[in-house]
């Protein structure tokens, strides 16, 4: 069986001790000791590997059915001897300009702290590390380890939503430029973004609604304490929403002004054509009329009339040229 306990450390007052591989043990011992709390963390758990743990800490089975299945909207559930989380943490690649999102599910209860974690993005181990730099902040226990997990990945929203902003400054000067609306797979690169924002906001918007009962403070396994602290998370989430919200309808806007340069660069190909083309009309309207082969036609057999008429086609072809290019057809 492949190792999915990522970590799995025992905090006593703020402070780490390891805690073995004896998971009831360490959990009896932070009930006991009643200023301790387990924290173990998995990654990508089958439902055997994941059946040890949810029966050493009581889950609910939908819950642990949640956890392993993955695909959950960001959401916050309060079962009998559990609070279950899900967050949505994004990430940016830079090469392919796109935005992809794991999930973090977190089980709080008594004395303890489960988090499984599904994709690449959001590592714990970082938030780990920094947690345990502040022991004042642990000794508030699991509570300590939901703040920081949500601090950690909403933070990380604004960062990614920066990185979306400067992309889409240099598509919106692509479409702006001059000849920039000739570009054959603008549109295509203006609905790309749209999904990659549509994606952005799949982790965000769901989340408002989670991290507003946190702020209320009335969630149990929660310290009441904590308000102020979610209350910070929910002021970084709402700007985050924010700004999503400003990048979707400024795409929304950068499509409609590319669609309508279109139309407005059809409409001026339509007018050169129609230009050229009643340019093109009036010699061969002249050059047909004479080329009837009637034997009584007006100038016919007059020695000047071939130049005459060839100048007046260009004359004519000359008065309209510079009245279309007068009028901008041109």
């Known amino acids: 069986m492949r190792r999915v306990i990522v970590d799995a450390a025992l905090y006593r007052d703020g402070r780490r001790t390891e805690c073995g591989g004896d998971l009831s043990r360490s959990l009896a011992e932070a009930r006991a000791s009643g200023h301790a709390f387990l924290w173990v963390g998995l990654y990508e758990p089958s439902e055997a590997e994941f059946d040890h743990v949810a029966s050493e800490f009581a889950l609910h089975p939908l819950a642990v059915e949640d956890a392993l299945k993955a695909h959950q909207r960001p959401k916050l559930e309060v079962y009998d001897d559990s609070l279950f989380v899900v967050l949505k943490p994004v990430d940016y690649e830079p090469e392919s300009d796109r935005v992809s999102s794991g999930e973090l599910m977190l089980f709080l209860g008594d004395s303890f702290v489960v988090t499984v974690r599904h994709g690449e993005g959001a590592p714990l181990a970082a938030v780990r590390k920094r947690l345990e730099t502040q022991p004042e ?5 699991p509570t300590s380890v939901l703040y920081a997990v949500s601090d950690a990945v909403v ?3 604004l ?7 400067v992309d889409l400054e240099e598509l919106e000067a692509d479409v702006f430029a001059p000849g920039g609306t000739g570009t054959a797979n603008t549109a295509e690169r203006i609905y ?3 999904r990659q924002v549509l994606e952005f906001r ?8 989670p991290m507003a009962r946190l702020t209320a403070g009335s969630v149990p396994f ?3 304490e904590s308000q102020p602290f979610f209350r910070d998370v929910n002021d970084h989430l709402l700007r985050a929403n924010d700004q999503v919200e400003g990048l979707d309808r400024l795409l929304s806007d950068v499509l409609s002004a590319h669609l309508a340069q279109m139309g407005v660069r059809q409409n001026d190909d339509m007018r050169k054509i129609s230009a050229w083309a009643a340019m093109a009309a009036v010699p061969t309207m002249v050059a047909g009329i004479y080329g009837m082969n009637f034997d009584h036609m007006p100038e016919l057999h007059w020695a000047w009339s071939y130049p005459a008429l060839i100048l007046l086609m260009a004359g004519i072809v000359t008065g309209l040229h510079r009245l279309f290019k007068r009028r901008g057809w041109l």
């Open 137 to 141: 902040v642990l000794r508030h226990g």
């Open 155 to 157: 933070d990380h929203y």
């Open 159 to 165: 960062d990614v939503a920066g990185e979306l902003q």
């Open 192 to 194: 790309t973004a749209k």
């Open 202 to 209: 799949r982790a965000t918007g769901p989340l408002a609604g």
């Open 222 to 224: 929660v310290n009441a």
